[in-house]
Structures are given as structure tokens and as C-alpha cells.
């Protein structure tokens, strides 16, 4: 048996998407900026898309920007406010300290050039307050960046409330709903953003396609220029195929009700109080109630995080020691030290992010397998286990 529980990594591609993508890679092959009848059937698959894309998140079609995935979204928000900007003597970014590293990297990149950075500290629970926000944001902000979920805890911040603080000082607001897009009730106007980032292969569309939300009147310059794609937003001759494939997944994703969300719920709540039972010295890293349906991350006590993760791969279960991106690297979690955790926690930290083709029957053998896992790694070890379990 081998068990999926990665989701929030990347996920399956929809049958539906791969039909869609395939039909669009034979059949599809103008360049829809070509006014001949080839080019102008391109064009209108885009525009589709671009439409279902939009509905998923209540926005005009136009407002909408194709990128290469989540990373460049972000990107092109911060980079693109930055240059718009600059020269009204706006020269501050504000962001939370548990951003994804394509926004902490890009506002880091341009610290180095002279910008001056703020990273906003989350409480123990990974939640960003509007106070501690209104404390870091000044009359030069020109950027205010806040995700909507975060990708390794699953806490999702009160973006509603931040992004009026952003406003009051006359900032730009920006969200990476990367990790709630496809999966939560996610709408712009409601949520108060001015750029709002979204990465089609979290929820079930194909690697390499995302989009920028940008709020219409919102002063951005583009970062790749060159032709005039994407209402001179977005040079370079698009991705048909994908895109199509983007928009059907946007279809399914809307298709997937409260039903669907409340079953995946369930299996994660399964999971971790089975966890939390079995293994001692066991504890949730996050809000228990302000996060994402799918997402548990759990501290386990005397245990490296890879090497766990090691073990559970040799038994055909595949999990994270958080974000995908930073797989490879022994250093902790930027998001748990953020969070100001003791080192033995950030160290023992495992995500498991679950998804709509998940079982029953495939928790219940994380369950059976997990708890002798542990209990091997630990023997290797001379250290005392907490005894019972913790929760907070």
C-alpha cells in the first residue's frame, strides 16, 4: 500500500484535467495572440479558463494575471509594487515571518537594495495579530504581504482585518492564497486584498500554472517584459494547455462542497487523534481551530523530523517535514522558530496534509505503522520520553 499524505506539497492531477490537456496539446496548437482562425481558438480557450479561474475566487477575468505557479505570483506582486512605488518614496515592505520563501526571499533580495524590511512575528499558535501589524507598518510601507494559509501549520490569518490595517496607512495589501485556493471559500472582495497569489497544482491542476489576482486601479509594474501578453502585465507567448487544464481543475475545485471538505476534515481529525493517543510525547503545532481542514503538523518528542520521514517512506507513506521547498535541508522550520517553539519541537516536526482521494482504511494504517516507528528511532536514543501526550 502506498499512501499519499502530501497534499499541500502538490497534488494529483484531476483525471478530468489530464483529459482536458491532452485534447488542448493535440488538437489546440495556435498562439492566441495570433489573429488567425488557429490563434483566435487559443485565445478563446484562454479566456475560458481565465474566466473559471476567476469565478473560484469571485474576481473579474480581467483582473486576472497567468503566471508560472505560485513562486512567480509572489514574486510579481512584491517585485512589481516595489518598481511601482519607489518612486513616491514608498521604499518599506511589511510581511509575517512565516511567509513562504518566495515572498521572504524576494522582500529579503530587495533589502539588500536599500528597501527596508519589517517581518512581523505570528504568536505560538502561527496567527498574525492586527495590532502587532499595526506596530510594524509605517507612513513609507508600500507593501503589506500576509498569507492566507500557511503551508505548513495550516493556520489561516485574519486577512480581512490586515489587510484594513495595510489600508489605513495607505500600503498595498498582498495574500498568497496558494494553500486555500481550490480548498477553502476563497473570495477577494470579501477578504479586503489588493493581489491575492494562486498555484493551480495545489488542487488538482498541473505544476507550472498559477495566477495574480490585482485589484483594478492597483499601480504594479510587470517583471517580464517584452511583449505585450497579459494586458502588458505578463510578456511571453502562453501556456494553452496547462491553462485549460488550470481552469477545469478551478471547475472540480468548485464542484468539491462542504461534503467533501467535511469528509477530508474527518480523516484528518482521525489521524491526529490517533497520533496523539498512540504516541507519547506527541504534540499539535498550530491553531487547533483557525487553520485549513486537510493540515495537521505534529511535534514528535525525541525523534528527527527527516528521519522519520525516511521511515514512513519505506513503508509507502509519504509525508513532509514542512514546506516542499525546503526539502533537502537539515535546518528547522523558519515557520516553528518563528513560532518561537523549543528546538526539540521544531526538530520532531511532521506535516501530513490530506486530500479528497484519501481512506479511511489509509489513516487507520498510518495509525497501525506510525507508533513502532517511533518507537525503534527512539531506542536509538538515551533521552526520557515525556509520558502521556501534549496538546498545546
Given at each position: 500500500m502506498r499512501i499519499y499524505f502530501d497534499h499541500n506539497a502538490t497534488t494529483p492531477l484531476h483525471p478530468a484535467v489530464l483529459e482536458a490537456m491532452a485534447r488542448a496539446l493535440a488538437d489546440d496548437f495556435g498562439n492566441a495572440s495570433s489573429v488567425h482562425a488557429f490563434g483566435q481558438k487559443a485565445k478563446a480557450h484562454l479566456d475560458l479558463a481565465r474566466a473559471r479561474v476567476a469565478a473560484?475566487?469571485?474576481a473579474e477575468p480581467n483582473d486576472l494575471v497567468w503566471t508560472a505557479g505560485g513562486t512567480e505570483a509572489d514574486n510579481f506582486a512584491v517585485r512589481g509594487i516595489a518598481e511601482a512605488l519607489e518612486s513616491r518614496g514608498r521604499r518599506h515592505l511589511v510581511a509575517s515571518a512565516i511567509e513562504h520563501e518566495a515572498v521572504l526571499n524576494t522582500c529579503k533580495h530587495l533589502a539588500?537594495?536599500?528597501?527596508?524590511?519589517?517581518?512581523?512575528?505570528p504568536d505560538s499558535a502561527g496567527l498574525i495579530s492586527p495590532e502587532a501589524l499595526r506596530d510594524a507598518v509605517t507612513a513609507q510601507t508600500a507593501l503589506v504581504s500576509v498569507m492566507h494559509a500557511n503551508n505548513e501549520i495550516g493556520t489561516v490569518q485574519p486577512v480581512a482585518?490586515?489587510?484594513?490595517?495595510?489600508?489605513?496607512a495607505g500600503a498595498v495589501f498582498h495574500s498568497d492564497a496558494v494553500q486555500t485556493v481550490g480548498k477553502l471559500d476563497v473570495d477577494v472582495e470579501a477578504l479586503g486584498a489588493d493581489l491575492l497569489s494562486l498555484s493551480g497544482h495545489k488542487f488538482g491542476g498541473p505544476k507550472g500554472t498559477g495566477a495574480l489576482w490585482i485589484r483594478?486601479?492597483?499601480?504594479?509594474?510587470?517583471i517580464l517584459t517584452g511583449?505585450?501578453?497579459?494586458?502588458?502585465?505578463?510578456a511571453g507567448t502562453e501556456n494553452v494547455p496547462a491553462l485549460v487544464g488550470l481552469g477545469v481543475a478551478a471547475v472540480e475545485a468548485q464542484g468539491h462542497g462542504d461534503a467533501d471538505r467535511r469528509r477530508v476534515g474527518q480523516l484528518r481529525d482521525r489521524l491526529e487523534a490517533g497520533i496523539l493517543a498512540r504516541v507519547t510525547g506527541t504534540v499539535v503545532n498550530g491553531d487547533w481551530t483557525r487553520r485549513v481542514y486537510n493540515t495537521t503538523n505534529i511535534s514528535v518528542e525525541r525523534v528527527e523530523a527527516e528521519s522519520l520521514l525516511i521511515a514512513l517512506d519505506l513503508e509507502g507513506i509519504a509525508v513532509s517535514t514542512g514546506?516542499?521547498?525546503s526539502s533537502g535541508t537539515l535546518e528547522p522550520s523558519h515557520v516553528l522558530k518563528a513560532m518561537r517553539l523549543p528546538p526539540a519541537r521544531t526538530q520532531g516536526a511532521i506535516r501530513f496534509s490530506l486530500g479528497p482521494t484519501n481512506t479511511e482504511?489509509?489513516?487507520?494504517?498510518?495509525?497501525q505503522v506510525l507508533p513502532a516507528l517511533v518507537d525503534k528511532l527512539r531506542s536509538?536514543?538515551?533521552m526520557p520520553v515525556t509520558r502521556g501526550r501534549s496538546t498545546s
Open positions: 473560484l475566487i469571485g539588500r537594495r536599500g528597501w527596508t524590511l519589517t517581518l512581523v512575528a482585518e490586515l489587510a484594513a490595517v495595510a489600508h489605513e483594478r486601479g492597483t499601480r504594479i509594474a510587470p511583449g505585450r501578453h497579459e494586458r502588458n502585465r505578463r514546506s516542499a521547498c482504511a489509509e489513516v487507520d494504517h498510518v495509525l536509538l536514543t538515551r
